[in-house]
């Protein structure tokens, strides 16, 4: 399956994700991060998941996911850690999550497009 395959009925799961995530309050994620990533159009196409307070990306909408995209991660002395876990590059370490959103859509991998109805072994 390639990034040509993904359907209608992805990009509404995708969507629905999104507006869930979006309307979390900070006990689940702090609400600036989904606003972040959610202001940038190729990053709003891909997955979104939230777990332990931070909201991970991916290119498939079914599990297992795949990991290629970068996270950031909170730190306790404030900002974040963007790191890609698929090959654990650090890509970089910012004050704000609309510093790490921008450092995210920078390195998506080359043609990601949006989340397809699959699993990582379908990319």
């Known amino acids: ?32 991060v989904p606003r972040a990533a959610y202001s940038h159009p190729a990053l709003r196409e891909l997955f979104p998941a939230v777990s332990h307070g931070v909201l991970y990306l991916s290119r498939c909408i079914r599990y297992p996911w795949i990991r290629d995209i970068g996270t950031a991660f909170p730190q306790a002395a404030g900002g974040y850690r963007v790191r890609r876990q698929s090959d654990s590059t650090l890509l970089g370490v910012t004050e704000t999550a609309e510093e790490a959103y921008r450092l995210i859509a920078a390195h998506l991998p080359e043609g990601c497009g949006p989340a397809i109805d699959g699993t990582a072994n379908d990319l």
């Open 1 to 32: 399956m390639t990034n040509d395959e993904s359907s209608p009925a992805a990009a509404e799961i995708v969507a629905a994700g999104w507006r869930t995530i979006l309307a979390y309050g900070p006990e689940r994620v702090e609400p600036a």
